[in-house]
């Protein structure tokens, strides 16, 4: 008894202290997985207050709260770390490795994006949420009373900084750790989204955290950088905080555009379709979506040269969104096509995000947006992409690499239900949403007058509402399921293409006992063709070099969560919030500090023990 | 500089190529801190003192930055050593979004 009890505490620690990518890619999908849930509890309560007209069931000041806690945790908190939870699982072992290039800072990263969230969550229960949207506009955010925007803008600066060093981990990895032979234009397809999606972090984000530090001091330490009375600007706060928010938003779906690059593609039976035309693409994406963060500011009155300008960029990114399209299309034409759930996610995806783009189009055209801006036509747009494209695509990467990051098979009927309930849910919510906004239904208003006929279409989009939860939770019901049965699956299930799949199941420790050799795109699928049942080693059986647990980014983050406490009530709370300030930053730079003191080598894999080992998984 | 070596012409003497070589390194590692301690000196300096006006002294401190970042890439992160293309390629195109994106803004604004 007492010897489990000693083995389950040695669990918990193991997943405290963890720097295995397969661990933290776990962490940030049961995370992420957890604030969805939080987010989709509060997009229902803004559904039922919409159903009707002139509902009271949450009104005023608690729907501002509750609106922009749903784009918040939605946006950096469900949907980036379920995106990191991928890229740590999947990227690695896509390019041989046998972890990422800094698998301490990878854990620092994930602790901090946690503590983030929670610190921002935590303003429910001390006083109330941020209330200014998730876009935050000044003056709305820096007039905002209480300390909710404070909770806002301190949980994100913690949670972005995670961000931002996952970005950093991840180009490294990708430029330094490919195995023999995987040239750049043999690298998978969401090896590479995840490529550029972390330079686009590399390059947005620093824009958030400059924002958040004006709006911190603005309203922490009586600046004026916004405020025109003295002498600051609002406006300056809109452009940074897009500058900053367009790139992102293709940081999310560039991802999902590599989810279903994969998918598509074995479930197709073919090699991926226009392959360098779809690396072509998703760097130009990349690089264009630094050129287009005005058009989120038609309305705010740059000038008709600014908004032309704006808006003929905006309208090149559609091209090669569209060579993406067709190149999918073109993978499933004449293929072998299966119908897995994670295939019917993906197939989902094409024709409901291509309507997300076609409204981007139209809201791209600059005099048209001054009826669309602010009215639910946008939030249709937006979620068409968002949930439309980047969600379904994660469902897709669920269903997908379940096996290989669970070791076991999602069930397929139960998948099946979740597609269709999600699936038709989603529409019924969303479509309905662009009339509304034709009709003249500002976005962000918590009720409307019976007079304005608006009754009809808003309870279609409740209806669909609840058929996304249904979705939602019968999905929840087949992880429950799955991992009470608990039956393995072999380490290929799908018959794939690329190196993740190459490995036996469960995935061992060090991912690969030898590096292997690359050959060609598609590595395993090369193998397999040449009648190979393995991948070719590029190296032999020997010690393998393994990064040691630590425990010091779990510290780190709760160091500067409770300095992140301490600015938050400095303005109200004066000598405690100091202290709470100097002891949280001082637990921080304790943290570097030892970690810059003490050397630690890592540990070494012998290649004997390693040996018998691996004749134990063949067994 | 007093030992003028080309660093591949021989091999045979390699380490004792290598020991010159680190000593130069050591030398300009020396004098770029030295140099870098001076220039935060005189930037603080210029903002401190009313001898120069503000705009100019902003100027000023500006191409004392862009020296600066000289000094940290090329002398104390070895950007201009074999191997480091990737890193110029990621400054590069950083530089180039960067450049285009606060020219624009500043353009938008004033
Ligand atoms: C063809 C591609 C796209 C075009 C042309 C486009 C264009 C636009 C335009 C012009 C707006 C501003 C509308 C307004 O506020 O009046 C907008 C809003 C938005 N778009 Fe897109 N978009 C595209 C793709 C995407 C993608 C892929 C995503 C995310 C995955 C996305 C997410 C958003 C979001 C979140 C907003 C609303 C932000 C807010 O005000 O809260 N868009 N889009
Ligand atoms: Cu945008």
């Known amino acids: 008894m007492s010897n489990a009890h000693a083995a389950n505490k040695s669990v918990l620690w193991d997943w405290l202290t963890t720097v295995d990518h397969k661990k933290i890619g776990i962490l940030y999908l049961v995370s992420g997985g957890f604030f969805f849930l939080v987010g989709g509890l509060e997009a229902v309560l803004i559904r039922i207050q919409l159903m009707n007209p002139e509902m009271t069931f949450l009104t005023g000041n608690l729907y501002n709260q509750v609106l922009t806690m749903h784009g918040t945790t939605m946006i950096f908190l469900a949907a980036m770390p379920i995106i990191f939870g991928f890229m740590n699982a999947v990227v690695p072992l896509q390019i041989g490795a046998r972890d990422v290039a800094f698998p301490f800072v990878n854990s620092l990263g994930f602790w901090l994006f946690f503590f983030g969230g929670i610190l921002l969550n935590l303003s429910w229960f001390l006083g109330g949420a941020p209330d200014a949207g998730w876009t935050a506009y000044a003056p709305l955010s820096t007039t905002s009373t209480g300390h909710g925007v404070d909770f806002y803008v301190l949980g994100l600066q913690i949670a972005g900084a995670g961000t931002l060093m996952g970005g950093i981990n991840f180009l490294v990895t990708i430029i330094n750790m490919r195995a023999p032979g995987m040239t750049f234009m043999r690298m998978p397809l969401f090896t590479w989204t995840a490529f550029v999606t972390s330079g686009l972090i590399l390059f947005a984000f620093p824009a958030l955290t400059i924002g958040l530090f004006l709006l911190m001091f603005e309203r922490v330490f009586e600046a004026n950088f916004f405020d025109a009375n003295m002498g600051g600007n609002a406006i300056i706060w809109e452009h940074i905080f897009w500058i900053f928010g367009h790139p992102e938003v293709y940081i999310l779906i560039l991802p999902a555009f590599g989810i279903i690059s994969e998918v598509v593609a074995t479930f197709s039976r073919k090699r991926l379709f226009g392959y360098s035309a779809m690396v072509f693409a998703t760097v130009l994406i990349g690089f264009l979506g630094f050129m287009v963060w005005a058009h989120h500011m038609f309305t705010v009155g740059l000038g008709p040269v600014a908004n032309s300008i704006f808006a003929v960029a905006t309208m090149a990114i559609a091209i090669p969104t569209g060579v993406k399209i067709f190149n999918w299309v073109f993978t499933m034409w004449g293929g072998k096509i299966r119908f897995t759930t994670a295939n019917l996610f993906s197939v989902g995806f094409i024709p409901t995000f291509v309507m997300g783009g076609v409204t981007g189009v139209m809201l791209a055209v600059a005099p048209a947006d001054y009826q669309y801006h602010d009215s639910y036509f946008v939030v249709a747009h937006f979620h068409y992409v968002i949930v439309g494209g980047l969600i379904l695509g994660l469902f897709s990467g669920l269903y997908y690499w379940y096996p290989r990051m669970f070791g076991l098979m999602l069930n397929e009927a139960l998948g099946k239900w979740n597609f269709w309930t999600f699936f038709i849910g989603f529409h019924l919510t969303f479509f309905p949403q662009h009339f509304l906004g034709l009709m003249g239904m500002p976005r962000r208003y918590f009720t409307y007058p019976e007079e304005f006929g608006l009754g009809s279409l808003n309870f279609i989009s409740t209806i669909g509402a609840v058929f996304m939860t249904v979705g939602t939770i019968i999905f929840i019901i087949n992880v429950v399921v799955t991992h009470a049965k608990g039956k393995k699956v072999s380490g290929d299930p799908w018959d794939g293409r690329t190196l993740e799949w190459a490995i036996p199941n469960p995935t061992p420790h060090y991912n690969f006992l030898q590096t292997p050799l690359v050959r060609g795109l598609d590595a395993l699928w090369i193998e397999k063709m040449a009648g190979n049942k393995k991948m070719t080693p590029a190296e032999p059986v020997g010690d393998i070099h393994m990064p040691n647990n630590s425990v010091l980014p779990l510290f780190m983050s709760i160091g500067f969560f409770i300095a992140g406490f301490g600015f938050i009530y400095y303005s109200s709370a004066g000598a405690p919030a100091l202290i709470a300030i100097i002891v949280g930053l001082g637990i921080g730079l304790a943290c570097m500090f030892l970690r810059s003191w003490i050397d630690d080598h890592g540990h070494h894999l012998h290649k004997e023990d390693l040996l018998k080992e691996d004749k134990g998984v063949d067994a | ?110």
């Open chain 2, 1 to 110: 500089m007093a030992s003028n070596e080309q660093p591949n012409s021989v091999h045979h003497h390699s380490s004792l190529q290598k020991k010159i070589k680190l000593k130069q390194e050591r030398r300009q590692h020396n004098v770029s801190f030295v140099m870098m301690i001076l220039l935060t000196i005189v930037a603080f300096a210029a903002i401190a003192s009313d001898a120069i006006s503000n705009s100019v002294a902003v100027l000023f401190i500006i191409v004392l930055a862009g020296v600066q970042v000289f000094f940290q890439l090329y002398i104390w992160m070895h950007l201009g050593h074999k191997g480091h293309e990737f890193p110029m390629w990621g400054i590069a195109s950083g530089l180039l979004i960067a450049l285009i994106t606060v020219g624009t803004l500043v353009g938008l604004i004033w």
